[in-house]
């Protein structure tokens, strides 16, 4: 840690130490310890950012040590900082704990001014290359120190190429590039307000000030809170101080982005881009479109074997897939910065099988380095492979996955259609950092330059969207908001898909199928089932969303909503009659019709199971939620009303005709009749009268049952108590469907549980139907069906009273989106639509607690009914069913605190697998 110094040099500072000296620092001294070639330099602490921050001014001495350290850098490059002759020049870069890509700024070439320019000039006998990164710093310096916008200078470029008639930047001669750097000091004079100052001390506290106060710029501030990066994490940015070197010397010279294996499919093979006689950020801006790593084996045969050992040092040292930066200058090759590699999830678990088989690391490693969360790319859509349609152009495949959606130029307008809801692809001809909010709301990214390390590309891949780049085909006119692909126009909004996986671009929508599992998933998560102590079941209510759930690896159904059964549209009417009738003999006779429908249901859900667990929630929902609602009701019955007065008025025709002029009515004699009879028949018939009572029925019972607060009304065991007739038909339906599969030899585990509980009779009388009807169907079919009985706990009483319910339920499982409303008293829907995001805004709640489970809250109310329930029934099986057992943090707490399964939707249940094995192994190591 600290020891007061603020200034550690790459051969001193502590390269494990991420938090003082930021990911990039610690990685330059690790590189530079390990005895890779990387340029003399030093790191500013993290501690130094956070006492500018606090003060808006360096801390006190800090200035003196640059100068020292910089002074150690003339003597080790023999250059001079600011001298005629032999200037050094320095670049400065942001670097945090935490890897931030694009987040933070970076300067190069600073050192440089009229003097030293003309210095480096001669030196090199390369005048276009001093003027080149001149007017490179300038516009650096420019923007980052001094916030002049990039627009400026791009309108001065813009001007400078058009006059020399140069396509692209490398075509300036030296004269255009001197006439640039003049204009881009205009433009900079202008905006400041001041010279350029020349003092090269001067530039560096400058830079060194604006990168630490861009820790708490919008996009820095942005990025960590959509990443949930807390101060633990990443406190404050190092700046790194490094001597340059330069890959636009020269044919000799190259600069480019590696990595150690293909970050897009896992293959161990160095992968990556490089441009000759180029600038680092001519690859990652997308400026030029860069060769494939695989091509310098001819190029530059001897270099590429370097690269070829740099990789191996990188990956024995670090044992993970790095991303790293290089250059050549003269033929001597330089590693400028490395950092764990983003990848794909396929990459990631491809990787992590490797690397274990590869015996560099071992299995909890392999199951550690991976965010869970990341599995969920696994199983996003590809393109349905029987389409037809043709592709308009295609770019590079730069992140997997496929999507469709409106085109929008620009991240404003991405964000404002994505938050009313619409899908949209972001169509940019290059992107930027700022363009990050674009990212958040667009469902992929189609860019039309840069390569498969460009900005676009590595944003994109990290959020696991779709991106395809550098799709030259397409002409961008952000103006005229079109996009031209040959002779077609696309404008915004019109409908594209995009396939990162190919690169290609398609017209319109295409339809996506569900991804399939690959072996070194199945792999993977075998090792993490043998680590893991929770169990991962699956919320499923259909037999097809049951064999998914299987699939995936689930250990049984963990909550099955019988109610998704009763909103088929074909036993929806039988679900109607059931709630119009009027005595309890009519109930039951609509529920007879259900009682074949659902032993059905259930029976292909066992049978999916194939004994394992299935357990299955008796109903839950308000009546009302199988009605149509009042509004709806009135419309159609006032339609009815009008059919009927109309055909009143058409029977009455003839007659009314009559009486104008007796001859009349034989001309329509035919069509007159016609339409009587069917009229009579209509009315004979009586479907319109039957349709309206019908309505009018269901009307007063919509009127009759309906409630102020209906989640907090006559629904779930209070239902079922009320007309238990309903419950009967479940549990008749869920054992006689047990006893049917065993009498066909399938095995068969159903568990029952009551929704809503609050008060131990409740579950009391249900058990007393369950024992009843267990009995009966024992003997009427023969066969044992042994069940368990369990209670959801989602009420805060039901928590309080754990030790009561656990006298009667053998299985509690946490109804966590109820638990949560209750808890809160916030009704979901209505929190996350008006106070929510203002609350999480302004920081009064960390997050939203329906995402990410309030551990302090409802976390201790789960931790309570675990104790008091377990205190009076040790081997109580305790689950979770709400929406947070598939989210990492939850399944973290379910570990801690002593449950015995997680229970999530059928794709999140790879997510729960790898988080309860990373669970356990968290619980070990501490
Ligand atoms: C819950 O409340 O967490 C739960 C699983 O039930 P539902 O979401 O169906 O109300
Ligand atoms: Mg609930």
């Given amino acids: 840690m600290s020891d007061g110094k603020f200034i550690y040099t790459f051969e001193e500072g502590d390269r494990n130490d991420r938090m003082l000296l930021g990911g990039k620092g610690a990685n330059l001294c690790a590189m530079t310890q390990i005895g890779l070639n990387v340029p003399p330099g030093f790191v500013i602490t993290t501690v130094a950012c956070l006492a ?17 350290h910089i002074a150690t850098l003339e003597r080790k490059s023999g250059k001079g900082f600011g001298s005629p002759a032999n200037p050094l020049l320095v670049s400065v870069r942001s670097g945090s704990a935490m ?3 694009g987040m933070m700024d970076t ?52 001007a400078i190429k058009r006059k020399h008639r140069a396509a692209n930047d490398v075509e300036l001669t030296t004269e255009a590039l001197q006439e640039l750097a003049d204009a881009f000091l205009v433009v900079y004079r202008e905006h400041t307000g001041a010279p350029l100052p020349a003092d090269p001390f001067d530039q560096l506290e400058r830079s060194i000030q604006a990168v630490f106060q861009s820790w708490n710029g919008k996009r820095a501030v942005d990025y960590r809170r959509q990443f949930r990066i807390t101060p633990d994490m990443a406190n404050g940015t190092a700046v790194n101080v490094c001597t340059m070197v330069f890959g636009n010397m020269g044919d000799d010279s190259a600069t480019g982005v590696g990595f150690t294996r293909n970050p897009a499919t896992g293959e161990n093979v160095i992968y990556g881009e490089y441009l000759v006689n180029a600038q680092g950020e001519d690859v990652v801006a997308g400026i030029r479109t860069p060769k494939p790593i695989a091509a310098m084996a001819q190029e530059m045969p001897g270099l590429y074997r370097e690269l070829v050992a740099l990789r191996d040092t990188l990956e024995a040292h670090y044992k993970e897939v790095q991303d790293f930066e290089f250059t050549i200058e003269h033929g001597r090759l330089y590693c400028l910065q490395t950092r764990n590699g983003k990848m794909n999830a396929r990459a990631m678990v491809t990787t992590s099988v490797g690397m274990f088989e590869e015996g560099l690391i071992g299995k909890d490693r392999a199951l550690n380095r991976i965010n869970a969360l990341l599995l969920e790319q696994l199983l996003v859509p590809t393109l349905d492979p029987t389409h037809k349609v043709h592709s308009l152009a295609q770019g590079l495949a730069a992140s997997p996955g496929a999507a469709s959606g409106s085109i929008v130029f620009d991240a404003d307008t991405a964000e404002q259609r994505g938050r009313a809801g619409e899908n949209v692809i972001l169509v940019r001809e290059e992107t930027k950092p700022e363009d990050i909010h674009g990212f958040f709301a667009a469902q992929g990214i189609l860019t039309s330059r840069g390569g498969k390390t460009s900005h676009a590309a590595v944003v994109a891949r990290g959020m696991g969207k779709p ?15 079109t996009a031209r692909i040959g002779d077609a126009i696309l404008r915004e909004g ?3 898909t995009i396939d990162g996986t190919t690169g290609n671009v398609y017209p319109g929508r295409i339809p996506t199928v569900e991804a399939q599992f690959f072996a070194e998933l199945a792999t993977l998560l075998t090792w993490a089932d043998e680590v893991a102590r929770l169990e991962v079941m699956a919320n499923a209510d259909t037999p097809r969303d049951a064999a998914r759930a299987r699939e995936y690896g689930a250990k049984g159904i963990g909550l099955c909503r019988t109610e998704r059964m009763f909103n088929d549209p074909q036993r929806l009417p039988i679900v109607q009659d059931m709630i119009l009738a009027d005595t309890p003999a009519e109930r039951r006779a609509a529920l007879d019709r259900l009682l074949p429908i659902q032993r059905g249901d ?23 939620e199988f009605l149509p609602t009042a509004s709806q009701l009135e419309f159609e019955i006032s339609h009815l009303r009008n059919l009927q007065r109309a055909a009143r008025s058409v029977a009455e025709l003839p007659d009314t005709l009559k009486m104008l002029d007796p001859e009349l009515p034989r001309e329509y004699v035919e069509s007159l009749g016609k339409l009587q009879r069917s ?10 009268d039957a349709a309206l009572e019908r309505r009018e029925a269901m009307l007063k019972k919509v009127h009759l049952l309906s409630e102020v607060n209906p989640m907090l009304g006559h629904r779930g065991v209070r239902l079922g108590l009320s007309f238990p007739e309903i419950y009967e038909m479940q549990i008749r339906a869920i054992l006689e469907a047990a006893a049917e599969c065993t009498r066909e030899g399938i095995a068969v585990h159903p568990e029952i549980m009551v929704p809503q509980v609050c008060a131990v009779e409740e579950l009391r009388r249900v058990k007393a139907m369950v024992d009843a ?8 079919h023969g066969v044992r069906v042994p069940c368990r009985f369990g209670s959801m706990v989602e009420v805060v009483r039901a928590c309080m009273r754990a030790a009561d319910l656990a006298g009667i339920a053998e299985f509690f499982s946490f109804g966590t989106n109820d638990l949560t409303q209750a808890a809160f008293s916030f009704s979901r829907e209505d929190a996350e639509n008006k106070f929510l995001p203002q609350y999480i805004d302004s920081g009064i709640l960390p997050d939203n607690p329906f995402e990410m489970l309030d551990v302090d809250g409802v976390g201790r109310l789960m931790q309570l009914a675990i104790e008091w329930g377990r205190g009076a029934r040790p081997d109580l099986a305790v689950g979770i069913c709400g929406e947070h057992g598939g989210q990492p943090e939850a399944i973290r707490f379910c570990h801690d605190a002593g449950l015995d399964y997680v229970s999530c939707s059928a794709p999140r249940v790879p997510i729960a697998r790898l988080a309860a094995a990373q669970a356990a192994l968290q619980g070990r190591a501490s």
């Fill in 494 to 496: 019109d409908i594209i």
């Fill in 52 to 68: 500018f921050l606090d003060s808006q001014r360096l801390p006190d001495g800090l200035m003196d040590g640059v100068r020292t």
């Fill in 107 to 158: 300067i190069l070439n600073l050192g440089l001014n009229a003097a030293t320019l003309e210095g480096i000039a001669a030196q090199t006998g390369n005048p276009r290359f001093a003027w080149d990164a001149y007017r490179r710093f300038i516009q650096l310096f420019g923007k980052i120190a001094m916030g002049v916008p990039d627009e400026a200078f791009d309108a001065a470029m813009t």
């Fill in 467 to 481: 991106c395809v780049s550098g799709c030259d085909a397409i002409a961008i006119d952000v103006r005229e908001r």
């Fill in 99 to 101: 890897s931030m890509p």
């Fill in 679 to 688: 009229l009579a028949q209509y009315r004979e018939a009586k479907r319109g």
């Fill in 773 to 780: 009807l267990q009995a009966e169907v024992e003997t009427s």
């Fill in 602 to 624: 259930f029976k292909g859900i066992f049978a999916a199971l194939a004994g394992l667990p299935v357990t299955v929630r008796l109903l839950d929902p308000p009546m009302h």
